[in-house]
């Protein structure tokens, strides 16, 4: 698997963007449980809570899955819809570190992970159409297991460290910007390539 994620530019971008993924994913993560935290005392409303979010993300995700995954992916193309949650992220961290409250990590939160389930990941699938088959399975197996565990990693050491040095969750939010930032870039990158290498294809 290790050999066919790296065996070229494309591939090793597709790993990029699964790893900036999960890396901007942590950092959302602690920073809605470090909000949660100091915003509800017993654990039991923290609890309902999150089931909250997670019945608001599954209802939106079934809502654009069902009418609007297929159409934008037609309409705007691979490059734009692989683009969405970098640009998500860029207003969704932005905004946490203006107003870090639990309002805000909400809407950022379940707007990110409906548009994950519902255009991000099966835009990632159109990805891999263009690889040769061999490196389609091991290489995608490989990428969707190794690199998003080590993406997670990366952002719970960064997470940490930062915090380590001092950096509040306001600061954090502002690191995470240039980073969704650079996940944009690769994201369009890829549906561009994406789009090239089908067309050479055909």
């Given at each position: 698997g290790?050999?066919?994620a790296?065996?070229?530019?494309y591939?090793i971008?597709v ?11 942590t ?5 809605q449980?470090d ?5 509800f005392?017993?654990r ?6 999150f089931?909250?979010v997670d019945l ?8 654009a899955?069902?009418?609007?995954t297929?159409?934008?992916l037609?309409?705007i193309g691979?490059a ?17 570190a ?7 990590v ?12 519902a255009?991000?990941?099966p835009t990632?699938?159109?990805?891999f ?15 969707d297991?190794?690199?998003?565990r080590?993406?997670d ?5 960064s ?5 380590a ?8 939010s502002?690191?995470?910007v240039p ?7 690769n994201?369009l990158?890829?549906g561009r ?10």
């Amino acid at each position: 698997g290790l050999g066919h994620a790296f065996n070229s530019v494309y591939l090793i971008n597709v790993s990029v963007y699964i790893l900036l993924f999960a890396v901007t994913s942590t950092f959302l993560y602690f920073q809605q449980a470090d909000i949660v935290r100091q915003s509800f005392a017993d654990r039991g409303a923290r609890t309902a809570f999150f089931a909250r979010v997670d019945l608001w993300v599954n209802v939106l995700t079934l809502g654009a899955q069902l009418f609007l995954t297929g159409q934008v992916l037609r309409l705007i193309g691979v490059a734009l819809t692989l683009a969405l949650l970098p640009l998500v992220s860029i207003a969704g961290f932005g905004a946490l570190a203006l107003t870090p409250t639990v309002a805000v990590v909400v809407a950022y939160q379940v707007i990110r992970r409906a548009g994950n389930f519902a255009f991000a990941r099966p835009t990632r699938e159109v990805l891999f159409t263009v690889v040769p088959r061999e490196d389609k399975y091991k290489a995608k197996s490989f990428i969707d297991t190794v690199i998003y565990r080590l993406g997670d990693q990366v952002g719970a050491w960064s997470y940490a460290g930062l915090g380590a040095v001092g950096i509040a969750l306001t600061g954090i939010s502002i690191v995470a910007v240039p980073v969704s930032i650079a996940w944009l870039v690769n994201g369009l990158w890829l549906g561009r390539t994406q789009a090239r290498l089908e067309s050479a294809r055909e």
